[in-house]
């Protein structure tokens, strides 16, 4: 039943010029839903992954100790200020052959393509997060830490139970965009041939011709991610906004 139906989406499409019979073949198909799964998982590792780097860089960036602080800046100018996919590709055909060379494990080298994907994403993306936060923490009111300290606030315990949770309520926004560009940038997975949907799509076009009808697929669905994204931020905007602040 379910082949039938497809049969006749297809055949309705195709009135239309749209060639969608990909999806008719078994192989084909699976493949394709297999790249989304891909696609799927590279997101829910990366949004954490890369919040939790952008708040220990942050937490370096603000500590005061320079011996933190200046491999933090500079590990964040350089990080920014070059192409993910240049990364992407220093990490994985450089890095990647150094590990493999000189460490011997009983199991080879654990960091497969999709593993590297995910660190240098997380990483790419954390700096920016780690700006973001970096901001939030500097706008917090002077009074708030002064009262925190009366308190007998230790460093670590005014970051942690302070500085951070206000932070994060004043860049959430940021973040938030910041996440909504980590989703589409995980389509550079596919430049190291992790079977994302990226290219699992550009597998089947070879083969069929059917560019423009993968890539309306593949728009409708990054388009569907970010604006899950965006409804989840904007609901957290809502249930952490500070009554009062600023008025």
Request: charged residues 15%; glycine residues 6%.
């Given at each position: 039943?379910?082949?039938t139906?497809?049969?006749?989406a297809?055949?309705?499409?195709?009135?239309?010029?749209?060639?969608y019979?990909f999806?008719?073949?078994?192989?084909?198909?699976?493949?394709?839903?297999?790249?989304l799964?891909?696609t799927?998982?590279?997101?829910?590792?990366?949004?954490?992954?890369?919040?939790?780097a952008?708040?220990?860089?942050?937490?370096?960036l603000?500590?005061?100790?320079?011996?933190?602080v200046?491999?933090?800046?500079?590990?964040v100018?350089?990080?920014?200020?070059?192409?993910?996919l240049?990364q992407?590709?220093?990490?994985?055909?450089?890095?990647n052959?150094?590990?493999?060379?000189?460490?011997?494990?009983?199991?080879?080298?654990?960091?497969?393509?999709?593993?590297?994907?995910?660190?240098?994403?997380s990483?790419?993306?954390g700096v920016?997060?780690?700006?973001?936060?970096?901001?939030?923490?500097?706008?917090?009111?002077?009074?708030?830490?002064?009262?925190?300290?009366?308190?007998?606030?230790?460093?670590?315990?005014?970051?942690?139970?302070?500085?951070l949770p206000?932070?994060l309520?004043f860049?959430?926004?940021?973040?938030?965009n910041?996440?909504?560009?980590?989703?589409?940038?995980?389509?550079?997975?596919?430049?190291?041939?992790v079977g994302?949907?990226?290219?699992?799509?550009?597998?089947?076009?070879t083969q069929?011709?059917?560019?423009?009808e993968?890539?309306?697929?593949?728009?409708?669905?990054f388009?569907?991610?970010?604006?899950i994204?965006?409804?989840?931020?904007?609901?957290?905007?809502?249930?952490w906004?500070?009554?009062?602040?600023g008025?």
């Amino acid at each position: 039943m379910s082949e039938t139906l497809l049969a006749q989406a297809v055949a309705a499409l195709r009135a239309v010029g749209l060639n969608y019979a990909f999806v008719l073949d078994a192989g084909e198909r699976s493949a394709f839903l297999r790249g989304l799964g891909v696609t799927l998982q590279l997101c829910l590792l990366t949004i954490p992954a890369s919040l939790a780097a952008g708040v220990l860089i942050a937490a370096a960036l603000t500590s005061g100790r320079a011996w933190l602080v200046q491999p933090a800046r500079a590990f964040v100018e350089l990080t920014r200020n070059t192409p993910t996919l240049v990364q992407l590709y220093c990490a994985f055909l450089v890095l990647n052959m150094l590990i493999t060379q000189h460490v011997k494990l009983p199991g080879g080298n654990p960091l497969t393509p999709f593993v590297w994907v995910v660190i240098v994403v997380s990483l790419h993306k954390g700096v920016f997060h780690a700006e973001a936060l970096r901001a939030g923490i500097e706008a917090v009111p002077r009074v708030t830490l002064e009262a925190a300290r009366s308190l007998g606030f230790s460093q670590r315990q005014l970051l942690s139970r302070v500085e951070l949770p206000l932070a994060l309520r004043f860049a959430l926004p940021s973040l938030v965009n910041n996440l909504v560009d980590l989703v589409k940038m995980t389509a550079v997975a596919s430049a190291i041939a992790v079977g994302d949907v990226t290219y699992e799509s550009i597998m089947i076009w070879t083969q069929r011709d059917n560019v423009l009808e993968l890539l309306l697929l593949i728009l409708v669905f990054f388009g569907l991610l970010t604006w899950i994204v965006s409804l989840v931020g904007r609901w957290l905007e809502e249930r952490w906004r500070m009554p009062g602040y600023g008025q």
